[in-house]
């Protein structure tokens, strides 16, 4: 039987392992985990959701600080139209983000960056440009355009530099989304440089509505790549969701995808950005404590882990510091219903809201543990310390166990001793 390592991604010029490990927010695909993929020669993914949070905590500026003073004359206001993303600091914020990562970059592959395009920011169109443009600046390898992906979105770039240089991949879960963007994408004659498909069995938000559980990942990449034959283009595609082992990786590759984007095997390595307390929740999880549910105010199915401490809590919306869901209205579906809830119940201090959760606050917390639906198998790729806890991977086991294992095995870790405290 074949392994993943039999396969090449090609890449414009370059010539890669096939896996690329996809983006996740809030800086859960840390520089570290991107860095090590890309040493490795396949591709990883750092995100730029929240990203002056992200060089808050990383690199010691104070963006949120800033903003949150500057609007705290808003703080209960209902009315979030004023609270705008100051650019220059959005640009200063993402190329410190992408220059720190680049500076560090060793080995042959290469690193991206998922720009969620549901993170409207009150003022979609001039974030994302910003977002954009910025990361190409500081000289990021490639950008994946994710959740809630607008058919323009590549025009925003079009005068930059290095907008026919610079990979700019989608991510799609249907062919007729494919066929949409590449429609009206065609007056700028720069086709996508690779299209990852991902399914409904994925982690964060879904591309599907409820009855994602209908779809499946292989009938969606049959179709595309059919499709793509038929019209003779030639764009890489890489599926994503669900795709547990190197044997999954290869039917995938059999049937003439170009690479794989997997996430979930990643979430519990030492280079993962969770808290590692978190990384033992996902090890911990069996199949009934995920769930699909709406909660997330983008509008998106999203999946969870069932006991994320996010899920009901009825914290404040925190707007004035974060934002990075209002729409170009300044609304967020979690504003509404926060003052719905308060409406309701006049003096309660601390109230619940059930139906949808403050995400930047939680997300930056680490508060909604968003998983693929495998995370279940998490605890049968590791083994278990004498305390009953797991030990973690690092990132070049599993992408190796990817990149060389067959027959749908998982190779487990050397044991190690578990550090004692004197
Ligand atoms: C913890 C977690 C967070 C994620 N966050 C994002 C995200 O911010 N943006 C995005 O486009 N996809 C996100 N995803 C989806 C992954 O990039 C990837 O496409 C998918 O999860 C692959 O399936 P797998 O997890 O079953 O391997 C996330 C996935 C996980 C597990």
């Not at 997997?262 to 969770?274: K, N, P, S, Y």
Request: net charge neutral.
């Amino acid at each position: 039987m074949k392994r993943l390592d039999d396969f090449r991604l090609q890449m414009g010029q370059q010539e890669l392992v096939p896996i690329v490990i996809g983006g996740m927010g809030v800086d859960i695909s840390s520089s570290d985990l991107a860095l090590q993929a890309a040493r490795l020669g396949g591709v990883g993914h750092i995100s730029d959701a929240m990203v002056k949070t992200v060089t808050d905590r990383r690199y010691k500026t104070k963006y949120v600080k800033a903003k949150q003073a500057m609007y705290q004359y808003n703080v209960n206001s209902e009315d979030k139209s004023a609270v705008k993303f100051d650019l220059g600091d959005l640009a200063e914020a993402t190329r410190m983000h992408v220059e720190r990562t680049m500076a560090r970059k060793q080995g042959p592959g290469m690193v991206f960056i998922n720009c969620m395009e549901k993170l409207t920011m009150n003022g979609p169109k001039e974030t994302l440009r910003v977002r954009m443009a910025s990361a190409l600046d500081a000289g990021i390898d490639g950008i994946t355009l994710a959740a809630g992906l607008h058919l323009g979105s590549f025009a925003l770039i079009e005068d930059h530099p290095r907008f026919r240089h610079a990979k700019l991949g989608i991510i799609v879960s249907s062919l007729r989304a494919l066929q949409l963007f590449l429609k009206k994408n065609s007056r700028l004659n720069r086709l996508p440089d690779y299209v990852v498909v991902e399914g409904p069995l994925a982690g964060g938000h879904l591309g599907f509505g409820m009855d994602w559980a209908q779809y499946d990942l292989a009938t969606i990449v049959a179709e595309i790549l059919a499709w793509l034959k038929a019209e003779q283009l030639d764009i890489p595609v890489i599926p994503a969701g669900g795709i547990f082992t190197g044997s999954d990786a290869v039917r995938f590759m059999e049937m003439g995808a170009s690479g794989v984007q997997v996430a979930t095997r990643f979430t519990v390595t030492q280079e993962c950005g969770l808290p590692d307390d978190i990384k033992q929740e996902y090890f911990k999880a069996n199949e009934e404590d995920i769930e699909v549910n709406e909660i997330s105010p983008t509008g998106y199915p999203m999946r969870m882990i069932k006991s994320s401490p996010g899920i009901g809590d009825g914290i404040r919306p925190n707007c004035e510091a974060y934002g990075y869901l209002l729409d170009a209205n300044g609304k967020c579906a979690y504003v509404t219903s926060y003052n719905r809830e308060v409406a309701a119940h006049p003096g309660v201090r601390r109230i619940s809201v059930m139906d949808k959760t403050c995400l930047c606050t939680h997300m930056r917390n680490f508060d909604i543990w968003t998983c693929g639906q495998l995370t279940w198998r998490l605890k049968d790729t590791t083994v278990r310390h004498a305390d009953g806890s797991y030990q973690l991977l690092s990132a070049e086991h599993v992408f190796k166990d990817y990149q060389f294992s067959t027959d749908d095995k998982v190779q487990l870790p050397e044991p190690q001793a578990l550090a004692t405290t004197p």
